[in-house]
């Protein structure tokens, strides 16, 4: 049982490094944690536990407690829903299976989208590895820095709101699990899953309501609630539901480096919240501090 004296807060629950889509490898990462004050932090990177050894390393030197995760790429109808997997065993096999298919599907899926933008603008696919760490899982932020890198956009933002959006053409979606599944599949492979910023801004994007007891009903641990992309009428719901059905609230910055303005530590969570995920993990342990 982890007591949650044990823990040292400020606690940022969600981040990502170059092993997905944010700028900093997993040991600058963590050295930018500590100079930001954090005691506890969670690597989340999409798709991936490739940062967790490294990241390891440079916590336990900042002294830092790392619990580490990742964030599963799924999706419900059209909506792209991300979620929070804590502390799962990295070498549970239906998971490695499942984002290995996951990763393989956004490599096929970001090639045409590189393809179809380089129909009209000067864009390759070595633009785009030049922008990406080896056995990085690939997304559309890295296709961001590659146009910017070649000056056809100031920065990942824009990049997002015209070329890269749904709506200009290029874009395609990649494979994904539902939910459900992803939740089950968490919970098999020891895990704690947390649906991440449930809220976001855009017509009907939550998910139904009757669907979030499901998850419930399935596992799911928590809400993602303190988080800058949920909008503030939404916290209001979504706190309802979490307190309806019994689920905790979390919050983080879902920091991506230089990638995205989100500043670590930005939104934090609670530290008997986090003790609450830790005592709930069979998978993996939390790495303390040296
Ligand atoms: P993908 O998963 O390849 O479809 O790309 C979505 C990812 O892009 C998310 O994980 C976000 O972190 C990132 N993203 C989405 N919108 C923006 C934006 N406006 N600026 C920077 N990054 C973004
Ligand atoms: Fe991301
Ligand atoms: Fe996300
Ligand atoms: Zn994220």
């Given at each position: 049982m982890v007591n949650a004296r044990d823990l040292q807060g400020p606690a940022d629950l969600h981040t990502h490094s170059s092993v997905s889509d944010g700028t900093e490898t997993p040991t600058q990462l963590m050295r930018a944690a500590g100079a930001a004050g954090l005691e506890t932090i969670a690597l989340t990177d999409h798709d991936s536990t490739a940062g967790w050894a490294e990241a390891a390393v440079e916590s336990r030197r900042q002294g830092i407690t790392l619990l580490p995760g990742m964030e599963l790429s799924t999706r419900y109808e059209w909506r792209s829903v991300h979620l929070l997997a804590y502390l799962v065993d990295p070498s549970n096999g239906a998971l490695v299976q499942e984002t290995a298919k996951i990763r393989a599907s956004r490599l096929s899926r970001a090639e045409g989208i590189v393809a179809r933008i380089g129909g009209d603008y000067p864009l390759s696919w070595d633009d785009v590895l030049a922008q990406t760490r080896e056995g990085a899982t690939v997304g559309r932020p890295h296709i961001a820095d590659a146009l910017v890198a070649l000056g056809i956009v100031a920065n990942r933002g824009e990049a997002f709101d015209g070329i890269l959006h749904p709506r200009t053409g290029y874009y395609a979606p990649h494979y994904a699990p539902d939910p459900l599944t992803a939740v089950r599949l968490v919970r098999a492979a020891g895990g704690v899953p947390v649906i991440a910023?449930?809220?976001?801004?855009?017509?009907?994007?939550?998910?139904p309501e009757s669907y979030f007891r499901e998850l419930a009903d399935a596992g799911l641990f928590g809400l993602e609630i303190d988080h800058r992309e949920n909008t503030e009428e939404g916290k209001v719901v979504v706190r309802r539901i979490a307190a309806e059905l019994g689920l905790v609230a979390t919050g983080s910055s879902d920091y991506h480096g230089t990638g995205k303005p989100n500043r670590l530590g930005e939104n934090t969570t609670a530290l008997d919240v986090v003790a609450r995920i830790v005592d709930e993990a069979t998978g993996s342990a939390p790495v303390l501090p040296d």
């Open positions: 910023h449930p809220v976001p801004a855009g017509r009907d994007r939550m998910l």
